[in-house]
């Protein structure tokens, strides 16, 4: 089967609306070049088009007209390199995920320990923000709930119990390994996320060992998060208010 071929197959394989870069098309290094040109055909015939250098996308028609991938779609191929995750959405968007706010942004943040990642693409705007750890696979979950406690206090129209609510469900699902996992990234992250964590924790189970997390605090300081006993009752042990 010639390279043309073998391309048209495999993007006809590709679900409408969905992005997909040359690493998806499991092609040889000596088969690029061939490649390329087969995109570039395939480009002018208006079964595919470039969202950016490298990045493409098969549109999908409805009764209204083309539809165009959603703006997580278009950015996912920017959280990995090689195919191995190392960033991942933060911010505004992610908190609109995760239902503690209403609110969309105009600018998505896109977190990395490696590289900085913008992206202006149309209506798609992205800026970088780095994190606290090496991003991978198994990590990031992780690190979009401690973003959460980290940005607590400034994500709009926040209503804290509901959020308390929503981050302990959150917490609730992990395993005593994850949990543990979790706990060695918060190390890294500021003294109130630490804090934040340990009352939830220990909201959740009573007796938790939580003594990596406690060691790791100043026991003078005072964490403002607007906190009470009725939202979190374990806020003054951890000396949050």
């Known amino acids: 089967m010639n390279i043309a071929k ?31 040109k087969s995109i570039e055909r395939l480009i002018k015939k208006g079964i595919i088009k470039r969202i950016s250098t490298g990045v493409f996308y098969k549109p999908k028609q409805t009764v209204f007209g083309e539809l165009k991938p ?21 911010g505004l968007l992610l908190y609109n995920k995760m239902g503690l706010t209403t609110q969309i942004p ?9 590289k900085r990642i913008y992206i202006s ?18 990590n990031y979950k992780f690190l979009e709930l401690l973003d959460a406690l980290k940005d607590f206090k400034k994500i709009p129209d926040l209503n804290k119990k509901s959020a308390i ?8 699902e992990l395993d005593n390994k ?21 009352a939830l924790l220990e909201n959740i ?3 938790r060992n939580l003594k990596t997390l406690d060691d790791s605090l100043n026991p003078l300081s005072e964490y403002k998060l607007g906190l009470t006993k009725e939202i ?9 208010k």
């Open 6 to 36: 073998k391309i048209e197959e495999t993007i006809n394989s590709i679900e409408n609306g969905k992005t997909f870069t040359y690493k998806d098309l499991n092609i040889k290094k000596e088969e690029y070049s061939a490649t390329s």
């Open 70 to 90: 959603d703006e997580e779609k278009i950015i996912t191929p920017y959280l990995f390199k090689n195919g191995k995750r190392i960033a991942y959405i933060t």
């Open 106 to 114: 105009k600018e998505i943040s896109i977190a990395s320990n490696k």
């Open 121 to 138: 693409k149309g209506n798609i705007k992205a800026n970088a923000v780095k994190s606290y750890v090496e991003v991978t696979d198994e």
């Open 165 to 172: 609510r929503i981050l302990t469900s959150k917490i609730i």
């Open 178 to 198: 994850q949990i543990k996992e979790l706990i060695k990234i918060a190390i890294e992250y500021p003294p109130r996320v630490r804090a934040f964590l340990g």
């Open 205 to 207: 189970v009573k007796n």
């Open 232 to 240: 979190l009752p374990t806020v003054e042990k951890w000396n949050i």
